[in-house]
């Protein structure tokens, strides 16, 4: 409140150029968020098997379909999966990203490549970072592997997976990936 006890902070410009406070264009405050997960059946079997170094998804048994990470159910039949499946380690990029934009807290130095991972094998694919490959080169089809922390680091989250690298093998053709897209 000014001394005047108007309630308008004093000096404040309004967006005429009149006296008083002007529209709020940015906010800058301390925030957390703080939260407890609790996986489900499936994903505790996904996240136990990043804690030893594998991708175990989960099979459809009505259509066949592998997901991982399973949520526990088909999303296009709705039946439980209860199968476990797992998956090696290579896959295919089927879309990507360029980061080149700096943000607080950024922990990786841009530019960086964020994709869309199908592992061989799954039929939904999931996001991770790509490295070992100039940014100019990375392409929808480019065939991937994981690179997993060292075995002591390993633990029940994707942070035990430290990024998809190319694996050598000539791309995917479009045909195999592109209801994935």
Known sequence: MSASGSGEEAG??????TDGPGPVTTLSTPIALDYD???GIAQSRFLRGLAAGRFVGQRC???GKVYVP????CPTDGVPTTEDVELGNSGTVTTYCVVNVPFAGQSIEIPYICAQVLLDGANLSFMGLIQ????DQIRMGL????VWVEPEQLGPSMASVRY???NGEPD???ETYKEYL
């Not at 404040?12 to 150029?17: K, P, Q």
């Not at 399973?70 to 159910?73: K, N």
């Not at 065939?143 to 994981?146: D, F, G, S």
């Open 70 to 73: 399973s949520r526990g159910s």
């Open 143 to 146: 065939r991937v592997e994981a």
């Open 172 to 174: 995917a053709d479009y």
């Open 37 to 39: 997960f609790t996986p």
């Open 61 to 63: 048994p009505r259509c």
């Open 12 to 17: 404040a410009t309004g967006a005429e150029g």
């Open 132 to 135: 070992e490959i100039p940014t």
């Open 164 to 166: 998809f690298r190319p």
